[in-house]
């Protein structure tokens, strides 16, 4: 196996314990004790797949689940003590994509991360589809029902951030937060982008069925439904 593993796990022993086997299969782990770290880690790197704590001290392992599914597709497995159901079940819902309980057999462990890893290779098509809509990210395109949409980098990148996370709305300041140029303007540049955007995109730019307003928050990625 080869990939990076984000380990946060506040355990020593049992982290200890996961980066040597995880080791030995070939894969760079890289372990975080609480998710607040973990959260700053994941702004610098993009891990192949997170091993996941839910008793950690600091933000919840649940609530930490919830905000990287906010933002990325990085298959999640939940490793932890916690018995209950319920703890499972509201796991999944938040996006995890497998749950182990300890104590754990490591052998077992280790069948569920190359599952998991060997999920997400077909990722060699890195085209993101959501409705109509697929993006390219590697060539920067877009297309509805498989007809191209003619877009400025701009406008490219706004419609990525909304699709990347469907139905999550995002404030202007969010937005432009995560456009890489300072000279995009200021927050109501994102207006007029996403003006151009409906334009482009939708059949009736006065009544969008994508690319909402949620009066006095910001827009999102319907997704058409």
Not at 20 to 27: A, Q, T
Not at 31 to 39: F, G, K, N, P, T
Not at 121 to 131: D, K, W
Not at 207 to 222: A, D, I, N, Q
Request: net charge neutral; with cysteine.
């Amino acid at each position: 196996m080869k990939g990076l593993v984000l380990l946060v796990e506040d355990d020593d022993g049992i982290a200890e314990l996961l980066e040597l086997n995880l080791g030995r299969e070939g894969l760079e782990v890289r372990r975080q004790r609480d998710a607040e770290s973990a959260l700053l880690f994941l702004k610098r790197r993009e891990p192949d797949l997170i091993l996941l704590d839910l008793g950690l001290p600091g933000m919840d392992g649940l609530e930490f689940c919830r905000m990287v599914r906010a933002e990325r597709r990085t298959p999640i497995l939940i490793v932890t003590s916690r018995r209950e159901e319920v703890d499972k079940v509201l796991g999944l819902e938040l996006g995890a994509d497998d749950y182990v309980t300890k104590p754990f057999g490591v052998r077992e462990l280790l069948a569920r991360v190359k599952a998991l890893l060997r999920r997400a290779e077909p990722v060699a098509e890195r085209v993101r589809r959501v409705g109509d809509f697929a993006l390219d990210p590697d060539a920067k395109s877009v297309t509805r029902s498989g007809r191209p949409v003619d877009l400025t980098a701009m406008e490219y990148r706004i419609l990525e951030i909304l699709v990347n996370a469907p139905r999550r709305v995002f404030s202007r300041e969010e937005i432009l937060a995560r456009l890489p140029e300072s000279g995009v303007g200021y927050e109501r540049t994102i207006d007029s982008h996403l003006a151009r955007l409906r334009r482009k995109l939708e059949d009736d730019p006065k009544t969008p069925r994508y690319l909402e307003t949620v009066r006095g928050l910001g827009y999102r990625f319907s997704g058409g439904s």
